[in-house]
């Protein structure tokens, strides 16, 4: 059946993003139940748009389309959602639609899938599998979370020392159960231990009767099943794998890792990060207001805590204030400055930590880096807004404690904007940790203690 008159997608308008027009025609074929409309308009949609889909429509509206979709629904759409909504649509499956989900994933889309999952709805999706995919699923389950035996697939093609080109060609033709997307044919010795790769073009280029052994290359790294995912992504990144091998206590191939898994790690990983700077924690679009605001609490109350401390250091100033109205105008800017120039050295810190730029050996290089460029801009921007406060009070001195005063809280916000998530790094936690609720504190205290202080000794 055609649906000649369909909206689509307008290249003119948004390529990569969502019509307005076929999302509205989606939900109103979900909403009157019509199951052809539906099944024609999510069709020629990629599967993260469909999970994008799926993301900004209510609970409502995802039951009425899960269920209408019915046996057509799309695999790999499930596995593109953010975890907060996958654990509301994977209850709303059928057993049929499990089935189809089940019948298409491979085993690290399927641990995705389930590992977050409540023991009920984690057990109904195992029980959709064949015996030799539940078993390699619970296995990878067996794993610690965020490690690599979590997050390699058991499909994929190994072949022994000794046989030829034309022998792997015929074993991969005559398979039936070949990954979806491999690039590299992994060799392995009588102990199944991986002792070298040959990339798939090398096997196209080569005769028939060229032994594996001439071809394959034995510079390549495996990955410890127990590695955590972070290590595995940043060895990815580093030495530009395209796949990785993972094997047991033993050296044993259990398992690989391909590099759109690990670039999908690296981009949790920085968005982890952005949030945690923020203080965010986990939290989702799709949220619940009451997640949202008991998320947001925490840090929030740490915040007001830090601010109260701020608040203290401009009570034991309250008379010079008094004395010098002035002061109550410029001091924002002093701290603002500071904040500023602190969350600049916090982002470079934090980069270079995730990075692992920034090393024991040159630590204290990029420290001092950062004292000196805070020197430097203090230096610079101290005469500026010094120069702000003679023309607008006509007051020297006054100048002259906002330069001082710039001069200090730009050179502590450097120092802190890098010592501070290094420590947290040091101490084992995450660096990104609401680093920059501290380095906010720590220039607001730094800076009115500046300012005011030196304003009292100077001014009175």
């Not at 490690?147 to 000794?162: D, I």
């Amino acid at each position: 059946m055609t649906h000649a008159a369909e909206p689509a997608v307008d290249p003119s308008d948004d390529a990569y993003g969502l019509d307005a027009a076929v999302v509205d025609a989606i939900l109103a074929a979900a909403e009157v139940g019509a199951r052809e409309r539906l099944v024609a308009l999510l069709e020629p949609l990629h599967d993260a748009d469909i999970a994008d889909l799926l993301e900004q429509i209510d609970q409502p509206s995802r039951e009425k389309l899960i269920t209408l979709w019915g046996a057509d629904i799309a695999p790999f759409a499930i596995t593109e959602l953010r975890t907060g909504v996958r654990d509301l649509v994977v209850p709303l499956l059928s057993a049929e639609q499990l089935a189809r989900v089940a019948q298409e994933l491979e085993t690290d889309d399927m641990v995705y899938l389930v590992e977050d999952l409540d023991e009920p709805d984690q057990e109904k999706v195992l029980e959709a599998l064949d015996d030799a995919d539940r078993l390699a699923v619970e296995r990878s389950l067996t794993y610690p979370e965020y490690s690599a035996g979590r997050l390699m697939q058991r499909e994929l093609v190994s072949a022994p020392e000794h046989w030829t080109v034309g022998e792997i060609i015929d074993f991969m033709r005559a398979s039936d159960d070949l990954p979806d997307d491999f690039y590299d044919v992994i060799i392995v010795d009588p102990r199944h231990r991986p002792v070298g790769m040959v990339a798939l073009s090398k096997i196209m280029a080569n005769r028939r009767e060229t032994r594996l052994d001439t071809l394959m290359n034995e510079d390549f790294r495996t990955i410890p099943a127990d590695q955590a995912q972070e290590d595995v992504a940043y060895a990815f990144n580093q030495y530009h794998l395209i796949t990785g091998p993972v094997t047991d206590a033993e050296g044993r191939l259990v398992g690989v890792i391909t590099i759109d898994d690990a670039m999908e790690v690296l981009e949790d990983e920085a968005e982890e990060d952005m949030k945690l700077l923020a203080g965010v924690g986990d939290e989702e679009i799709s949220d619940r207001v009451w997640e949202t605001a008991r998320a947001r609490f925490p840090w929030l109350a740490v915040n007001i805590c830090t601010a109260l401390i701020a608040s203290a250091v401009i009570a034991l100033f309250s008379s010079t204030i008094e004395a010098i109205v002035a002061l109550a105008v410029l001091m924002p800017i002093v701290t603002s400055m500071g904040g500023n120039a602190g969350t600049q050295s916090l982002t470079v810190a934090v980069r270079g930590l995730a990075t692992r730029d920034i090393t024991a050996k040159n630590m204290w290089r990029v420290v001092r880096r950062e004292v000196i460029v805070g020197l430097m801009n203090g230096a610079v921007f101290g005469l500026l807004i010094g120069a702000v406060g003679l023309i607008w009070f006509g007051t020297p001195m006054l100048g002259a404690v906002l330069w001082i005063a710039m001069l200090i809280n730009l050179l502590v916000a450097g120092l802190v904007g890098i010592l501070i998530p290094i420590g947290l790094d040091k101490a084992g936690a995450d660096p990104a940790l609401a680093s920059g609720v501290f380095v906010t504190m720590s220039t607001d205290v730094i800076g009115f203690l500046a300012f005011l202080g030196l304003a009292s000794v100077m001014l009175l």
